[in-house]
Nanobody, 120 residues
């Protein structure tokens, strides 16, 4: 069984920075694509950034140039560095991990989310 845990959220002033972490643990054989999503109150969940197993990345237009997604395969962890934060970045941030277990099962898994609040 595999678990995914996000961390690093919090309260930050506009213009500030945060680094989110998405750590997977358990009987992992390999992690493929990982996406960071966010959901603001009353809004649909949206893709913020994604990274493939080979390291290719993609970003929502709203965060390009401000957010950077990266991964540490040795730690089964994906990061989201968020700079120049704006109030509209306030949301619960989730990661979605495509994992292959040692037993061979392949599926996508959501974490529980971490709250990011940008406010003065």
């Amino acid at each position: 069984q595999v678990q995914v845990v996000e961390s690093g959220g919090g309260l930050v002033q506009p213009g500030g920075s945060l680094r989110l972490s998405c750590a997977a643990s358990g009987s992992i054989f390999s992690i493929y694509a990982v996406g960071w999503y966010r959901q603001a109150p009353g809004e649909q969940r949206e893709l913020v950034a994604g990274i493939t197993s080979s390291g290719s990345t993609n970003y929502a237009d709203s965060v390009k140039g401000r957010f950077t997604i990266s991964r540490d395969n040795a730690k089964n962890t994906v990061y989201l560095q968020m700079n120049s934060l704006k109030s509209e970045d306030t949301a619960v941030y989730y990661c979605n991990v495509e994992v292959v277990e040692v037993a061979g099962y392949r599926y996508k898994l959501w974490g529980q989310g971490t709250q990011v609040t940008v406010s003065s």
